[in-house]
């Protein structure tokens, strides 16, 4: 049996895009009921056709299936009545006042940690396709480099030099194009200052990160997570609700134990598992013939033992290593290989798993409610 508040404390971590704050405080969540091994829910929306509706639902599904021998979510939109809308206005109206350190992150942005078990599967490197991939597709993204010790970030997209501050005394983004890059690499400006940052609590780290970055409005947001487990994701389940987890992995099973622990980690901390990444997966020579030189099953195991996609099996690259360790990311690599037509396929697969919050079809939703509000009052 799971008790409701258990069921409230997951769903308290689903916002509402639009509002910035959480279904359960702004009362969208009714009727909540558990029933062998089914939850249903009476979810009440201000407007029900808004195409925001869809976001939610799915969220709220991928956030109670983290809950152990939950199968099936039922959801049931219901229609706001008066009494309702106006609560949820007003918590809405508090919440915009008090909420005096917001991140810089928008709550539309989509979120990816990419953590690994362990140092040296290639984390880096896939964060880094995936965000000059999305970049490329036209999206504004943010690459964080919260691997604050063991940053690599500057190294494999080959730019150096100090971040500047703006005005407010926030740290503006090394840009290129649509894309945005923090790194402690580009922070640190001595060795002196490494060690104040070594000093620092990592989730304390990631915090000024989120709150003293000057990010731009980003669609997606890649951040390049530590090796191992801890503190960090527990702080972004916090911090950042919309974060969803990518875990990496290579196919021997010491590495797939050791990534189990991350994806456990990131349940504990309300994040829900966007998918498995197997990389270093196999050597593919010129005449197309594969070998599995790590061995093999790693990344199907641990994405069947957590129900979640096997997004892509990233072979061993032997030509762009030395031009990715020289600062061209595989995908911007002129050459075509097996290594970069996979990742290209990865970054398709994430926009459809998690595709960009669309905004110009519901921004009238908020109008509409604040339209109807005065009308009733
Ligand atoms: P992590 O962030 O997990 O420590 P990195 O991304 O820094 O790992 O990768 C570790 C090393 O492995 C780097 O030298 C990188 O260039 C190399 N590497 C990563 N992925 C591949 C791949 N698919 N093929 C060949 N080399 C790779």
């Known amino acids: 049996m799971i008790q409701n508040d258990i069921l409230l404390?997951?769903?308290?971590?689903?916002?509402?895009?639009?509002?910035?704050?959480?279904?359960?405080?702004?009362?969208?969540?009714?009727?909540?009921?558990?029933?062998?091994?089914?939850?249903?829910?009476?979810?009440?929306?201000?407007?029900?056709e808004c195409p925001m509706?869809?976001?939610?639902?799915?969220?709220?599904?991928?956030?109670?299936?983290?809950?152990?021998?939950?199968?099936?979510?039922?959801?049931?939109?219901?229609?706001?009545?008066?009494?309702?809308?106006?609560?949820?206005?007003?918590?809405?109206?508090?919440?915009?006042?008090?909420?005096a350190v917001p991140t810089q992150i928008n709550t539309r942005t989509r979120v990816i940690?990419?953590?690994?078990?362990?140092?040296?599967?290639?984390?880096?490197?896939?964060?880094?396709?995936?965000?000059?991939?999305?970049?490329?597709l036209g999206f504004t993204t943010g690459l964080l480099d919260a691997d604050i010790w063991g940053f690599s970030i500057p190294r494999l997209l080959g730019i150096e030099g100090r971040l500047e501050a703006n005005e407010?005394?926030?740290?503006?983004?090394?840009?290129?194009?649509?894309?945005?890059?923090?790194?402690?690499?580009?922070?640190?400006?001595?060795?002196?200052?490494?060690?104040?940052?070594?000093?620092l609590m990592l989730s304390k780290a990631l915090e000024q990160f989120l709150f003293d970055v000057a990010w731009g409005n980003l669609d997606y947001l890649v951040i390049d997570l530590p090796p191992g487990t801890g503190d960090i994701q527990m702080a972004l389940g916090r911090l950042l609700p919309q974060t969803e987890l990518l875990v990496i992995t290579t196919p021997q099973p010491s590495a797939q134990k050791v990534a189990t622990r991350v994806a456990d980690m990131a349940k504990r901390s309300f994040i829900p598992l966007l998918g498995v990444v197997e990389n270093m997966s196999y050597f593919e020579t010129s005449d197309k013939n594969k070998y599995q030189i790590f061995g093999k099953g790693g990344g199907d195991k641990l994405a069947e033992k957590f129900g979640i996609p096997l997004l892509s099996k990233v072979p061993i690259s032997e030509t762009s290593v030395e031009e990715s360790e020289n600062g061209i990311p595989i995908l911007l690599q002129e050459d075509e290989s097996p290594t970069k037509n996979a990742l290209q396929d990865l970054v398709t697969k994430i926009t459809k798993v998690l595709p960009p919050v669309s905004d110009e079809t519901c921004t009238g939703r908020l109008a509409k409610v604040l339209e109807e509000l005065e009308a009733d009052q």
């Open 168 to 199: 407010e005394k926030k740290i503006i983004p090394y840009k290129k194009g649509r894309l945005e890059v923090v790194s402690t690499g580009l922070i640190a400006e001595d060795e002196d200052t490494a060690l104040m940052w070594r000093g």
């Open 113 to 136: 940690a990419i953590g690994s078990g362990k140092g040296g599967v290639g984390k880096s490197t896939i964060s880094t396709n995936l965000a000059v991939g999305l970049e490329k």
């Open 53 to 99: 509706r869809n976001q939610i639902e799915s969220e709220i599904k991928r956030k109670l299936k983290l809950i152990e021998n939950v199968k099936e979510v039922k959801i049931n939109v219901v229609a706001m009545n008066k009494e309702d809308r106006a609560a949820l206005m007003s918590v809405a109206r508090k919440n915009a006042r008090e909420k």
């Open 9 to 48: 404390k997951h769903l308290s971590t689903v916002m509402d895009p639009e509002l910035g704050v959480n279904i359960v405080d702004l009362g969208m969540v009714k009727n909540l009921t558990y029933n062998d091994s089914e939850i249903t829910i009476d979810l009440a929306l201000t407007i029900a």
